[in-house]
C-alpha cells in the first residue's frame, strides 16, 4: 500500500489536503492525473447508467438541505457510531473496530461506549442568531427522495424507472484511515431505482448483475471482488436487505459499495415529515401508491483506490530491468497518448508538437521531448498512459509514426492521420 500511496504523491494522483499546513485528517485532493482519473471513472459512470438506459435520469442537488430532511430521513436520531476513549492516551476508536478490550495504541483503559452522531454541523445565514443549523450531506440520495415529484413531473418518466446522481458527501468518521478508503469528505454515486413492491427481487437481481459487470469494464480483476450479504440483524434502519460489493484491497476487504432494498421507507417519511404526499399516481390505472426503492449507492473514492490497486504493477523486464506500470483500461487512463520526438533536433520536434495539438482534440495528450525515448516511456507507463506516439526521422519520409502499447510494449507503424481515431476507438467509453 505505502508504494501506491506513495506513487499516487509523486505522479500526482492524490495528495494530502492542506499539506503545507500539516495536512488535515480524513481529506484528500485529487492532484492533475487523479482529478483526469476521477472525471474518467465518473463519466463512465454516467454514460452506463443514465445515458445508455432509457428507464433512467440524473440529478444534480444542493449540497446544503432543509434539517427537516435530517430528522425525516432518520439520520439525526440512527447516524450514530459507538465510541470509547482510552483513559491513558486519551485516543479515540470506534467500538465496531476494535478487537480487543483494551487501548490498541497504548493497552490502556478504555471508558464505556458513547454514541456520536457522524454528521457534519453547519450554519446558513449571516447572523449568529437568525441562521439555521444545518448538515453537509452524509449521503447524496437524499435529494433524490426530496425531489422525486419534482422529476415525476417535469421528465415524465414511469416508474419502474431510476434517478442517479453524482456528488459530494460529508460524514465525521471518527478514525478515517486506509489513504482514501474512509475519509470525511467523498463523493458518492447513487441510483434510486424507483419500482413496485412485487418487482422488488427482480430489480434487485437486474442490479447485482449491472452493478457486477461494471466492476469488470473499469478493470477490476474478477477474483479481488465478491458479494457480502448482510444479515438481517446487521442491517441500516431503512433497509430491508442489503448486499455490499467488497475489494480485496492490500489491507483486506472492504467495501466498495451497497446494494440496498430501501422499501418504502425514505418516501413515507418525506411524506410524514413534510406534509407533502409523495405518492405515484400510473398515468394509465390512475393507480396511486409508494414506490419501493432498490440502491445501489457507490463510492467514488474507493472505487478510485480499488482503480489504482488493480493497476498497480512492479514488472520485472528482459534483461534485469524493472518497470512500474499503472494498467488502467483506457477508457480510464488519465492521458491516452504521449506524444514524443525520438531527438528535438532535425525538425522532428515540430512536428510532433503539431500531431500533438491535433490529437489533443480528440482526447487528453502529454508532450515529452525530455531525456533519452526510454525514460519518457517509463514515465507516461507510470502514469498508465495505454499509448506512446514517437516521431521519427521515418515520418518526414513517409508521414508514418510508431505507436507503442502500454502493457505488451509492442510496436506498431501507422499513418498519422490515422493515429486519431485509432486511439480515440481504444479508449471509448462505449460497449456492446
Ligand atoms: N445512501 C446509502 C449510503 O450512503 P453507505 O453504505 O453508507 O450507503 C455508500 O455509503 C458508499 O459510499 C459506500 O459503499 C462507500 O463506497 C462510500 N462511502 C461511505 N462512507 C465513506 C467514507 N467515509 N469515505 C469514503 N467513502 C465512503
Known sequence: MERIVSLCKRRGFVYQSSGIYGGINGCWD??????ELKRNLKHDWWYVNVLQRDD???LDASILMHPRVWEASGHVEQFHDMLVDCKECKHRFRE?????????????????????????????GVSDDSSTETYLRPETCQSIFVDFKEVCSSSRTKVPFGIAQIGKSFRNEINP????????EFEQMEIEFFCREEEEDKWFEHWKECIWQWYLDIGLTESKIRWFAHPKESLAHYSKRTEDVEYEFPFGWGELQGLAN??????????????????YVDQQSREKYIPTVIEPSAGVDRTILAVLCDAYEEEELEGG?????????????PIKAGVFPLVKKDGLADIAMGL????????????DQGGAIGRRYRRMDEIGTPFCVCVDYETKENDTVTIRERDSMEQVRLKMDELGDYIAIRCSHERD
Not at 485529487?30 to 482529478?35: I, Q
Not at 430501501?262 to 405518492?279: C, N, V
Open 356 to 367: 500533438e495539438k491535433k490529437l489533443r482534440k480528440k482526447f487528453a495528450t502529454f508532450y
Open 262 to 279: 430501501r422499501g418504502t421507507y425514505d418516501l413515507k417519511q418525506h411524506s410524514e415529515y413534510s406534509s407533502k404526499d409523495m405518492s
Open 96 to 124: 465496531d473496530h476494535l478487537e480487543g478490550s483494551v487501548c490498541p495504541d497504548c493497552g490502556g483503559e478504555l471508558t464505556d461506549a458513547k454514541a456520536f452522531n457522524s454528521m457534519l454541523k453547519t450554519r446558513m
Open 177 to 184: 484511515r486506509n489513504f482514501i478508503f474512509r475519509s470525511r
Open 321 to 333: 530491468d524493472k518497470r512500474t506500470v499503472m494498467r488502467f483500461v483506457p477508457k480510464l487512463a
Open 30 to 35: 485529487f492532484g492533475p492525473m487523479g482529478a
Open 56 to 58: 433512467m435520469v440524473g
